[in-house]
């Protein structure tokens, strides 16, 4: 069965980067895009960015462009997530997601989700 | 960006009753690049439509999505005692954006 885990609540402080990592199994990691969608308290979700395992192409949203890295290990079927220059704004639940739709690079549609990892920035 | 608003804010109904959610957009997109989304306190968004219509793997044929253009539906034909959560659209094309969310509780 496909599961997505991630890694543990992390407490940073202003201008501190975190590093979140996914993961998967019980499908074929290679074959699907994983997207982070983040949700800060009381807030709508907010997508931050995807990547295609397949080839590694990545897609971020504009507002987190240059102090966001979404990257792979394909191998350890792992995704990770690397948000920099930390503000308490970004004070949130960071997600991990699957695509739905295996072969897709772009569509961040997805039907299974990481249980989420708090993230709380605080000096 | 498209911008997308959903209504009602909130939605009190009672178990049994249909539910009724809305999702505008604030141009037009197309009906493959819109879905729905459940959320429960304390837990993962559970995907329910996408590709405006299409119901995802597992979720009870209650839920059903319709709209094209710049309105959509999510509709529930009878509620069960644990559909009570807060409901979300996404668009996803050159951006990827949410409603702010519809919360259906109970009445």
């Known amino acids: 069965q496909v599961q997505i885990v991630q890694s543990g609540a992390e407490v940073k402080k202003p201008g501190a980067s975190v590093k979140i990592s996914c993961k998967a199994s019980?499908?074929?990691?290679?074959?699907?895009?994983i997207h982070w969608v983040r949700q800060a308290p009381g807030q709508r979700l907010e997508w931050m960015g995807g990547i295609y395992v397949g080839n590694g192409n990545t897609r971020y949203s504009e507002k987190f462009q240059g102090r966001l890295i979404i990257n792979r290990d394909t191998p350890a079927t792992t995704a990770y997530m690397d948000l920099s220059s930390l503000t308490s704004e970004d004070t949130a639940v960071y997600f991990c997601a699957r695509a739905v739709r295996a072969f897709d690079e772009t569509n961040p549609a997805s039907d299974y989700w990481g249980q989420g990892t708090l993230l709380t920035v605080s000096s | 960006e498209i911008v997308l608003t959903q209504s009602p804010g909130t939605l009190s109904l009672s178990p049994g009753d249909r539910a009724t959610l809305s999702c505008r957009a604030s141009q037009s997109v197309a009906s493959t690049s819109l879905a729905w989304y459940q959320q429960k306190p304390g837990q993962a968004p559970r995907l329910l439509i996408y590709?405006?219509?299409t119901r995802a793997t597992g979720i009870p044929d209650r839920f059903s999505g319709s709209g094209s253009g710049t309105d959509f539906i999510l509709t529930i034909s009878k509620l069960e005692p644990e559909d009570f959560a807060v409901y979300y659209c996404?668009?996803?094309?050159?951006?990827?954006?949410f409603g702010q969310g519809t919360k259906l509780e109970i009445k």
């Open positions: 590709g405006a219509s």
């Open positions: 996404q668009h996803y094309g050159s951006s990827v954006v």
């Open positions: 019980g499908y074929s990691f290679s074959n699907f895009a």
